[in-house]
């Protein structure tokens, strides 16, 4: 890839081309990590900004995770720091996948050594504890809420922590609806904490873009409670719904004939809702088949 050079921010458009190329293709060697380190510091927004986004997929490497939690702290674009604050999220997951909320601590819970190695070389406890004390201090004193549930949503990895889960339902009960989504959507990580508010936003009367976070954030629990609540909005007029509907319904796979309900959509007249039937379909198949592999293997 031939990169144009950093003073040629006036390109800005054959930058931020360069830039979505790396994001898109998660293609980050030296090079294009060096390309990303060196617009971190443009003075046009628009470039510093796709920057920061993509800096996400290289946040460990030397200098980049120092520039975007400056950019996040100070950058006078609110918009910048708000895209800091989305690829700050990153270190949250890290950190949490490697074991840095346990009580016995990350060095005792490695899936890969090698990948550890790699990364407790840039001092991802350090790290961590830097983004997550950023995140806290934004949520309890930024005074611009949508900067507030952006932070929120990096944290949303630590959903099982009673203070994020007193947010969490912080945000729910405001009024906002921004802030109603960025709780919703943080539920979906540990969905077995909040049935009862899961299932209460999982009616046909609900407003669709509350309604379709709610089904997404049952995806995961393995609920019989959200899989009959998710039943009952199959009579939806909107197709995303009903997408997300069947989507969620196969993966918790706990709906009586859900085979023939899956079918039965497959017919739909809309293609958004026949191609989601029969992801759904493939979906409850495969699912099916891991159960019963383990089952013959524990047997």
Request: proline share 2%; glycine share 6%; with cysteine.
């Amino acid at each position: 890839m031939n990169h144009l050079p950093y003073e040629d921010d006036t390109n800005w458009q054959a930058v931020l081309k360069v830039i979505s190329e790396i994001r898109d293709g998660n293609d980050y060697s030296t090079a294009n990590v060096d390309f990303i380190r060196d617009h971190l510091e443009s003075r046009d927004d628009r470039i510093r900004g796709g920057a920061v986004l993509a800096a996400e997929g290289c946040l460990f490497e030397q200098g980049i995770l120092d520039r975007v939690i400056e950019v996040a702290e100070q950058d006078a674009n609110p918009a910048i720091r708000k895209a800091a604050l989305r690829s700050l999220a990153q270190v949250i997951h890290e950190g949490v996948h490697q074991g840095l909320e346990d009580d016995t601590g990350a060095s005792t819970a490695m899936d890969d050594a090698e990948e550890w190695d790699e990364i407790q070389t840039g001092n991802l406890q350090e790290d961590y504890l830097r983004v997550k004390n950023l995140l806290y201090g934004i949520i309890e004193d930024d005074g611009d809420l949508a900067l507030q549930e952006l932070a929120l949503s990096a944290l949303a990895d630590l959903g099982f922590n009673p203070y994020i889960r007193e947010k969490i339902t912080l945000f729910l009960e405001n009024g906002v609806h921004t802030s109603t989504l960025t709780a919703l959507a943080a539920m979906g990580r540990y969905p077995q904490y909040w049935l009862d508010e899961l299932e209460s936003y999982i009616q046909p009367v609900v407003e669709v873009s509350l309604l379709k976070e709610a089904i997404s954030s049952a995806y995961s629990s393995n609920s019989t409670r959200l899989s009959d609540a998710i039943e009952q909005v199959l009579g939806h007029e909107d197709p995303e719904v009903l997408r997300f509907a069947l989507l969620t319904l196969a993966n918790i796979g706990k709906a009586e004939n859900l085979r023939e309900i899956l079918q039965h959509f497959s017919l739909h007249e809309n293609g958004v809702v026949q191609e989601a039937a029969r992801d759904g379909i493939e979906l409850y198949t495969r699912n099916n088949f891991s159960a019963r592999f383990s089952s013959d293997l524990i047997d």
